[in-house]
T-cell receptor, first 115, second 114 residues
Framework: AQSVTQPDIHITVSEGASLELRCNYS??????LFWYVQSPGQGLQLLLK??????LVQGIKGFEAEFKRSQSSFNLRKPSVHWSDAAEYFC?????????????FGRGTSLIVHP | KAGVTQTPRYLIKTRGQQVTLSCSPI?????VSWYQQTPGQGLQFLFE???????NKGNFPGRFSGRQFSNSRSEMNVSTLELGDSALYLC?????????????FGPGTRLTVL
């Protein structure tokens, strides 16, 4: 069975600073990998996804993530954080099934942005 | 294009009752997935429907069921409600069968079981 670990429950950064959110997964085959953001009043939104190909994935809102198979990691990065990035971030791994996938989510990392 | 719509947005039920939640997908989206989000268990996948057929299922008891109609709208039902069923229920839709399609989430239905 697949699993996802987000080691940091909370992360605090200053506005304008760089950001890296960690995600480690456990899965026997090539995984589908995702990062989602959840803000109050905004619902859950897909930031980026990896299925195959280039291991550096660009997403929306200036985010990117890098798939490192040797480390079983899919860390999310942003070079300069904005106050509006304060939210809950979820990493997920998908197991291919039935022409789609079954996702398993991490417990989330809460991002706090100081002015 | 209108987004994913979920009704009702808030619901209060008592233990033992049953509840039906509805999800209307973005126009043209044929896949609908349901998720449960709780502080204790986090985000968990319930099931996915595509072309009126359940394509995938998570690890939930049979009290949780769903269906999809020919217009792609989906409902999920929880029978014999328990306190632990209190949660935010999210649905997400995507265009077609391909697993690589982007999912779009609705705002959720907040269910409280008393």
């Amino acid at each position: 069975a697949q699993s996802v670990t987000q080691p940091d429950i909370h992360i605090t950064v200053s506005e304008g600073a760089s950001l890296e959110l960690r995600c480690n997964y456990s899965y026997g085959a090539t995984p589908y990998l995702f990062w989602y953001v959840q803000s109050p009043g905004q619902g859950l939104q897909l930031l980026l996804k990896y299925f195959s190909g280039d291991t550096l994935v660009q997403g929306i809102k200036g985010f990117e993530a890098e798939f490192k198979r040797s480390q079983s990691s899919f860390n999310l990065r942003k070079p300069s954080v904005h106050w509006s990035d304060a939210a809950e971030y979820f990493c997920a791994v998908g197991r291919a099934s039935g022409g789609s996938y079954i996702p398993t989510f991490g417990r989330g990392t809460s991002l706090i942005v100081h002015p | 294009k209108a987004g994913v719509t979920q009704t009702p947005r808030y619901l209060i039920k008592t233990r033992g009752q049953q509840v039906t939640l509805s999800c209307s997908p973005i126009s043209g989206h044929r896949s609908v997935s349901w998720y449960q989000q709780t502080p204790g268990q986090g985000l968990q996948f319930l099931f996915e429907y595509f072309s009126e057929t359940q394509r995938n299922k998570g690890n939930f008891p049979g009290r949780f069921s769903g269906r999809q109609f020919s217009n792609s709208r989906s409902e999920m039902n929880v029978s014999t409600l328990e306190l632990g069923d209190s949660a935010l229920y999210l649905c997400a839709t995507k265009t077609a069968g391909g697993g690589t399609d982007t999912q779009y989430f609705g705002p959720g239905t907040r269910l409280t079981v008393l």
